[in-house]
């Protein structure tokens, strides 16, 4: 009576929450980018980034990850309110996608975290 077992492989699913993400150059967003291509097949990711670049997508998908920016003017207090809230709702909308919350680097959009 031999019993016929599969390994069942589970992919961990991250929501990664960042200040800049690539093609915008940042110390963090580039670590992160290669922390996405590293763990490819075994993680996917949620990468949920501000942007200061309004030409770049608003949802993309880049390797294993969703890309999910959201337009931020740093000097506009209304753009700074506006962007919480898409953070915010974003969040809320892919929430079933992912089991993890990973936060990189510390500034006032983490503060919603």
Request: glycine share 6%; proline share 4%; with cysteine.
């Amino acid at each position: 009576m031999g019993m016929n077992i599969r390994k069942q492989t589970v992919i961990t699913r991250v929501c990664l929450v960042i200040g800049a993400y690539p093609p915008e150059m940042s110390g963090g967003g580039s670590q992160s980018r290669t922390l996405v291509n590293a763990l490819r097949g075994k993680v996917t990711y949620v990468v949920l980034s501000t942007t200061m670049r309004q030409d770049l997508p608003r949802i993309s998908r880049q390797a294993n990850a969703v890309i999910l920016r959201v337009y931020a003017n740093p000097r506009s207090l209304y753009s700074k309110v506006s962007a919480a809230c898409k953070f915010t709702y974003y969040f809320w909308r892919y929430r079933h996608t992912f089991h993890i919350v990973q936060v990189r680097g510390m500034s006032q959009k983490n503060l919603l975290f």
